[in-house]
C-alpha cells in the first residue's frame, strides 16, 4: 500500500505511466494529503493537447485496510497554455483495499469532458487502452520502488 500511494503522488513521474501524459508536474502541497498538480495530455494530429490541473487527496482508513485517492479538476486554477485545451472537468476516485501483503484491489472511476469537439474513436482510445496501459505501468512502477 505505501508503495502504492507513494507512485501515486510522484506527479513528476506520471508520464512514465499514466496513459497519454506528456508532462506533468507538483504546483503546490497543501498537506500531507492533497497536492495539486498540473498535467498535459498528448492528443494525435490533429487534434490540441489537453490540459488541466487537478486537487489530489487521500483518505485512509487504516480499520477497513481501504484508501481512497480522489482527483478533482480545478479549471480556473491558472490560465490554460496557448494552443493547448484545458479540460473543462475531470474528477477520478481509486478505492485501493490492501487483500494481502503483496495484492491490492483497485476500483477506479473517472469522469471527464476532454473539451472542444473529440471524436468518439478518439474518446473510445482513453477510455479503453488508457486504464489497462496506466495500470499495467503502475503495477510496474510499484515493484520497481
Known amino acids: 500500500m505505501a508503495k502504492f500511494i ?3 503522488y510522484d506527479v513528476g513521474n506520471y508520464p512514465l505511466w499514466v496513459y497519454g501524459t506528456k508532462t506533468s508536474r507538483l504546483c503546490e502541497r497543501l498537506n500531507n494529503e492533497e497536492i495539486i498538480y498540473y498535467s498535459e495530455v498528448n492528443a494525435p494530429w490533429p487534434f490540441s493537447n489537453r490540459d488541466f490541473y ?6 485512509r482508513d487504516a480499520d477497513a485496510k481501504t484508501i481512497t ?4 479538476g480545478l479549471p480556473n486554477y491558472k490560465p490554460a497554455e496557448n494552443g493547448i485545451v484545458r479540460i473543462p472537468y475531470l474528477r477520478s ?3 485501493v483495499t490492501s487483500v494481502n501483503q503483496s495484492t ?3 476500483v477506479y472511476t473517472t469522469n471527464i469532458d476532454a473539451g472542444g469537439d473529440v471524436p468518439a474513436w478518439l474518446v473510445n482510445l482513453f477510455s479503453t487502452s488508457g486504464p ?5 505501468k503502475l503495477r510496474q512502477r ?4
Not at 485517492?69 to 478533482?72: E, F
Not at 489497462?132 to 499495467?136: A, G, L, Y
Open 104 to 106: 491490492l484491489h483497485v
Open 54 to 59: 487537478s486537487k489530489l487527496k487521500i483518505y
Open 69 to 72: 485517492i480522489t482527483a478533482t
Open 132 to 136: 489497462i496501459e496506466s495500470f499495467t
Open 93 to 95: 476516485d481509486m478505492v
Open 142 to 145: 510499484c515493484k520497481l520502488e
Open 6 to 8: 507513494s507512485v501515486s
